[in-house]
């Protein structure tokens, strides 16, 4: 079922290649960048891709279509989230194949490797012998900048954003928020300087005061997240101090708050269509959009929507951007 509708705002056209590409190409030139989590989705062929690109003996080439549509994906969009460097930590080989299919002025947003967020390894069987033991790197800066930001050096002009993805803690992590908010204090202080660094909190409770405040202690944003357990992103952006820098706004359209990302992929899967507007996701996401046209010059904007939002990111992103009220290509 569709959320219900904001008065005045019309559901928007179908995506559209050329509009949208447009369109992207002069809100980045404003230094508003909107794209996808992640691109690898055969679902959106025949929207996004050309189906014949990929055609090998006949067959759809699921290989050669993972290999090579991140190429297609750049010639629409001028930035991408790099959700799969949060499961192992990125080397210059791979970064260097991501570069090479993009244009110089693409922009990467980069997830942290999640062996610096965690600070008690689940019982998830990717984390092997680790499961379900005490991360002894959790917050270790001297990691972080060995592992992550030296192979990211060569490719710094095309990494707009560094997120630190924060999954849920429980009272057995942390007894009281701010005692993270110190520990995550001594380590943004430990950073090397100069990063675009962005912080993903899920713990919805520990939006106050002391946190928003240690990020922009440190120069770091604060990512205005739609997930399952979180306000929604209009709620966030109505909570004083959100905006914790004055030069970057970051945003990720994930979930519906509520909803459970098993649930979303059973409903949503295999993401060729919108199943689900969502109304206040989108106009949320006009409403950063704007505030980051309105600061052109100031301050860089980035904005990730997810198929698990709606069902397809691509629709749900043409949503965010029409009508946009003042627009003119």
């Not at 930590?89 to 970064?95: A, G, I, M, R, V």
């Not at 998830?124 to 959790?138: E, I, Q, S």
Request: charged share 25%; net charge positive; aromatic share 14%.
């Amino acid at each position: 079922m569709a959320s219900r509708p904001i008065p005045g705002y019309p559901v928007p056209v179908p995506f559209d290649r050329d509009q949208i590409k447009a369109k992207v190409a002069a809100l980045a030139a404003e230094g508003v960048f909107i794209g996808t989590s992640s691109w690898k989705y055969p679902g959106w062929r025949g929207m996004l891709y050309d189906e014949s690109r990929y055609i090998y003996r006949g067959k759809f080439a699921e290989t050669r279509f993972e290999r090579d549509c991140l190429a297609e994906y750049a010639e629409i969009f001028k930035t991408v989230c790099v959700d799969a460097a949060y499961y192992k930590f990125p080397d210059e080989k791979y970064l260097t194949g991501l570069a090479a299919r993009v244009p110089a002025d693409f922009q990467f947003a980069m997830k942290v490797t999640d062996y610096v967020t965690i600070k008690h390894f689940s019982n998830l069987p990717r984390f092997g012998v680790r499961a379900g033991k005490p991360n002894d790197h959790f917050l270790d800066a001297a990691l972080f900048t060995q592992a992550f930001l030296r192979p990211c050096e060569p490719f710094r002009s095309q990494i707009g954003l560094l997120m630190f993805e924060f999954s849920r803690f429980y009272p057995t992590d942390y007894k009281h928020g701010r005692d993270f908010v110190a520990d995550l204090d001594r380590f943004l202080a430990a950073l090397p300087a100069g990063w675009p660094y962005a912080i993903e909190m899920r713990n919805q409770t520990w939006l106050q005061t002391d946190y928003f405040a240690c990020l922009a202690r440190h120069g770091v944003a604060h990512v205005y997240n739609s997930w399952e357990a979180m306000p929604s992103v209009n709620e966030q952006i109505n909570i004083p101090g959100s905006q914790t820098t004055p030069n970057l706004t970051a945003a990720r359209f994930l979930l519906k708050p509520g909803r459970k990302y098993e649930d979303a992929v059973k409903a949503f899967a295999p993401y060729d269509r919108t199943q689900e507007t969502n109304y206040q996701a989108r106009f949320a996401g006009r409403t950063l959009i704007g505030r980051g046209r309105a600061s052109v010059g100031q301050r860089r904007t980035f904005i990730y929507v997810n198929n698990r939002l709606e069902g397809n990111a691509l629709e749900t992103i043409a949503g965010m951007l029409d009508p946009l009220a003042g627009w003119s290509h």
